[in-house]
């Protein structure tokens, strides 16, 4: 399968990140009703929808394909617009990562042993880097006069026996601390992205396409680490059942057919729950059930 035609206005095309993010992305787009499945050795991912055809491509690309027109819309982070100095338009900001539902962080590096405390202790120096425009904009600000080269990849293992400090994106620090680095300063944080073309913002159709998806993957997103809950209690528990309620807002009560019964309703954050349902069950409630949520749609 290929990509269409640049010039069809019947069909959105979609450029997703292909690596560390794909898994990720696919799982919200799954909980978002958008259902991409991909062969191991494709980077075309087939979709239900005929409107819609994507590509996997490595984040780092995605916002300069976007600027060009041959993505209608596309998933990637904010580190890569801006390094790319992508003109496009931003629709919407997902926050999501690779292991964590946090930004990510573009952090300058050392070795533990290093005497380098601040950034103008690299003065003179050669840092390492994917984002070589970011951090020449980072050291430029700070009046600092260094080498910054382009790094492949495996950053972390180039200093010091080949530069003198990093500049590398991190979600945990668990890698860094690994290769016996430690953080001085933090150049940035970076989310996940919805940019459009700009010519594709124009068309009705694309538009509406794109808006749909930031809107469905935004609510996706809502929805992380929250589940919803269901009990029914009799009419005069009401009142003690509410004092101990951390509702998103107030609960959804319904009588229950010919009973002095009523069935409540709420959303609430799945890590409170071991220690809400006990609370629920001594307030009054009963038959309560827990369900996982996709969506929550302000």
Known sequence: M???????????????????????????????????????????????????????????????????????VGLTGKDWILENRADVIEVGELTYAKLTMRPVKWVLAVPNDSDIKSVKD?????????IVNLTEDYLKKNGVQAEVEFSWGAT?????????????????????????????????????????????????FKRQKIEDLNMLLQSAIQAEGKVGLKMNLPKEKIDNLIKVLPAMKKPTISSLYGEDWVAVEIIVDEKTIKDLIPTLKRAGAQDIIEYPLNKVIY
């Open 156 to 204: 972390e293992v180039k200093a010091p026996t080949l530069v003198d400090a990093i500049v590398e994106v991190t979600e945990t620090g668990s890698s860094l601390r690994a290769n016996n680095l430690r953080i001085v300063d933090v150049l940035l944080e970076s989310r996940t992205m919805i940019i459009a073309n700009k010519t594709s913002w124009q068309n009705a």
């Open 122 to 130: 690299l003065q003179g120096k050669r840092i390492a880097t994917e």
């Open 2 to 72: 290929g990509f269409v035609n640049g010039n069809n206005n019947n069909v959105l095309r979609v450029g997703l990140p292909k690596g560390s993010l794909q898994e990720s992305t696919f799982r919200l787009l799954a909980k978002a009703g958008y259902y991409f499945s991909v062969s191991e050795r494709s980077y075309f991912p087939s979709i239900d929808d005929e409107s819609i055809q994507a590509i996997l491509i490595r984040a780092q690309e995605i916002a300069k394909y976007v600027e060009d027109g041959v993505f209608d």
